[in-house]
């Protein structure tokens, strides 16, 4: 499946930015999907997912900042970042792994393009 992202920008520390992930293909039976960032210099880091068909995920580090859930106008989701703070700045990813009875198996192997987020203090 191609993936695409949009609604990267530059916000000032607080605001919000909406990310989309839209899809080649229907995904809601077939993929899981996962936002990834990549900040300078570090490694990319997951930081929320679609597990299975509506069950979510969050890493620490954003939990209770944004929402994550899919979209079905674009085949894809969308991340909802609040309240968005420095350390939020990167390269904002979506992937898709297959998924078979609402379970999630394999590795991400289909990634999108990216998307620049930029906070600034």
């Known amino acids: 499946v191609q993936l695409a992202e949009s609604g990267g920008g530059s916000v000032q520390a607080g605001g919000s930015l909406r990310l989309s992930c839209a899809a080649s293909?229907?995904?809601?039976?077939?993929?899981?999907l996962a936002w990834f960032r990549q900040a300078p210099g570090k490694e990319r880091e997951e930081v929320a997912r679609v597990e299975g068909y509506e069950a979510v995920w969050y890493s620490d580090s954003v939990k209770g900042r944004v929402t994550v859930a899919r979209d079905s106008a674009i085949n894809g989701m969308y991340l909802q970042m609040n309240n968005l703070k420095p350390e939020d700045t990167g390269v904002y990813f979506c992937?898709?792994?297959?998924?078979?009875?609402?379970?999630?198996?394999?590795?991400?192997?289909?990634w999108g393009q990216g998307t620049q987020v930029t906070v600034s203090s």
């Open positions: 992937a898709a792994r297959p998924m078979s009875g609402g379970n999630c198996y394999g590795d991400y192997n289909d």
């Open positions: 293909k229907y995904t809601y039976t077939s993929y899981c």
